[in-house]
């Protein structure tokens, strides 16, 4: 099934694997862009941004990165600062961020994902860490 999901995905991060398994769970394979070597443009990562419905802080990534180094935990920067920041490194924009057809997230943690797949999860999902997210009639788990 080949659905519109697009997902701006980092190889190396557990969440990013995750979420990009239960978008194929779901029997979708979406459209898979690794960030860090195509990064967006300013024009798309600001539309992103606001189709997300974040702040430019919210999509930041502090871990691995050169966050501090370049002192965005600064209150005082801008918006625009920021989404120079992450231009210049996009390590720094935190991962996964989906699009689809039901909107634009990023989807920390992973199964946030779910709230985006326009199918139903086809077996049980279990993350990397052991969690299970999806039981075996792909229904997920602890919702109402």
Do not use: W
Not at 102 to 124: F, M, T
């Amino acid at each position: 099934m080949t659905q519109d999901i697009i997902i701006y995905h980092n190889p190396e991060c557990g969440t990013s694997r995750n979420a990009l398994a239960m978008i194929r769970n779901a029997g979708i394979e979406p459209h898979v862009v690794e960030y860090l070597k195509t990064p967006p443009s300013r024009a798309m990562l600001e539309s992103l941004i606001a189709r997300a419905r974040i702040a430019p802080r919210a999509l930041l990534r502090e871990k691995g990165t050169p966050f501090a180094e370049l002192g965005l935990g600064d209150d005082s920067l801008s918006d625009a600062a920021l989404i120079d920041a992450m231009m210049a490194h996009p390590i720094l924009i935190n991962c996964p961020l989906v699009v689809s057809p039901l909107g634009v997230k990023l989807c920390r943690p992973s199964e946030a994902v779910l709230d985006l797949i326009p199918a139903a999860q086809q077996g049980a999902f279990t993350k990397e860490d052991g969690e299970q997210v999806v039981d075996a009639t792909g229904a997920r788990m602890g919702a109402a």
